[in-house]
């Protein structure tokens, strides 16, 4: 199974991007969570958002709430994480991620809680 996550780039504080991931090979997307983490430069990785299989249960990490929103669209396969007003601290590379199952907060932020991952996409907030 390949993830690849997309939409990254360089934007102004303050401005929106929308990042997608879509997850190819088998017929997967239903059956899994999807979530996507974030890692600054010379930081861990965190979780920033996570939505369950059907997504009638979202998380987000309080440095996003508000700001960003998770989507998927399993007839398309795809998982979307928009990000609006966007901060310098937003910098980082952004990665989408899969599990099987919804869990604990503590688990959905853990990343040994995913079974596969995206390669990553750059996304750069300058003031």
């Known amino acids: 199974v390949q993830q690849q996550a997309s939409g990254g780039g360089l934007v102004q504080a303050g401005g929106s991007l929308r990042l997608s991931c879509a997850v190819s090979g088998f017929k997967i997307s239903e059956h899994y969570v999807i979530a996507w983490f974030r890692q600054a430069p010379g930081k861990g990785r965190e979780v920033v958002s996570c939505i369950s299989h059907e997504g009638g249960r979202k998380y987000y990490a309080d440095s996003v709430r508000g700001r960003f929103s998770i989507l998927r669209d399993n007839a398309k396969k795809e998982g979307y994480l928009y990000l609006d007003s966007l901060e310098p601290e937003d910098t980082a590379v952004y990665y989408c991620?899969?599990?099987?199952?919804?869990?604990?907060?503590?688990?959905?932020?853990?990343?040994?809680?995913?079974?596969?991952w995206g390669q990553g996409t750059e996304v750069t907030v300058s003031s």
């Open positions: 991620a899969a599990a099987l199952n919804w869990g604990a907060r503590s688990l959905l932020q853990s990343r040994n809680w995913y079974n596969y």
